[in-house]
């Protein structure tokens, strides 16, 4: 078996124990052993204030699924969309660790929203498929979009212990499986693509920054700027790994 069947066959796995998680937290609380969940519907604004809440809560770790190709094509309004990104960017800004595991698809579909937030300091993967939106806050609550794709639509709230437990354990192994997601050359803002030339070529900051007409402190803190896009330390590994996404 080639490997990439290999990983088709593992994330097959996973997503199949991803429901079976829940159809064995709905037995039992169904069966009184597990809380029970709390249904929530109503207004596309009531329902984004009443997640921003949620989030508002997290102090330490928030894992999600998300794909935005469902955002899109369910029709959210853009007032409504933003809403999401925001959540957690002030998650972000609190020191919280934002996790999202998110599909190809939804990364493309992503490019103007910025709902998967690994460039403003969270953390992706990305996999083949997400089967449905969810998240994961501070390994307590579970909030799940009732229709598996968008929680603008209504969604339910969930605590059961062994259900957290088993969401935690799938997401972590399809974060093992997923692969980081790879900025587009055309993605990078323009002030940083021009940076790319002069990196390569190794020039010092005076230079570089004179012929890019900023000063060479400004050019200095793009190149950090550069730097934390591309999830490198150093200006060597910048260089490198440009070069291997093929924009050198």
């Not at 949620?54 to 409504?80: F, M, N």
């Not at 800004?93 to 300091?121: F, H, K, N, P």
């Not at 806050?137 to 259900?163: C, E, H, K, N, W």
């Amino acid at each position: 078996m080639r490997a990439s069947d290999e990983t088709g066959a593992s994330h097959d796995a996973l997503i199949a124990a991803l429901a079976d998680a829940f159809d064995r937290s709905a037995h039992c609380t169904r069966a009184g052993s597990a809380p029970p969940s709390r249904l929530v519907r109503g207004s596309r604004s009531f329902l984004w204030d009443t997640i921003s809440r949620l989030r508002a809560q997290a102090r330490h770790e928030i894992l999600s699924l998300d794909d935005t190709a469902y955002l899109i094509a369910r029709g959210v309004p853009d007032s409504i969309q933003q809403r999401g990104p925001a959540t957690l960017r002030d998650a972000l800004d609190r020191g919280v660790d934002v996790r999202q595991v998110t599909s190809r698809a939804g990364l493309l579909a992503d490019r103007e929203l910025g709902a998967i937030v690994y460039r403003a300091g969270g953390k992706a993967r990305v996999v083949p498929r997400i089967p449905t939106k969810l998240s994961v806050l501070d390994r307590r609550v579970v909030v799940r979009a009732i229709d598996s794709t968008v929680l603008a639509d209504g969604f339910q709230i969930m605590y059961d212990p062994a259900l957290v437990a088993r969401l935690v354990g799938i997401h972590r192994e399809l974060w093992q499986t997923g692969t980081e997601p790879e900025t587009d050359a055309d993605d990078l803002p323009p002030h940083l693509r021009a940076l790319l030339p002069a990196l390569a070529s190794g020039q010092p900051d005076s230079i570089a920054a004179r012929y890019l007409g900023i000063s060479a402190r400004s050019y200095s803190r793009r190149v950090g700027e550069l730097l934390t896009n591309l999830g490198v330390q150093t200006r060597f590994q910048a260089g490198a790994e440009a070069a291997r996404r093929g924009w050198l």
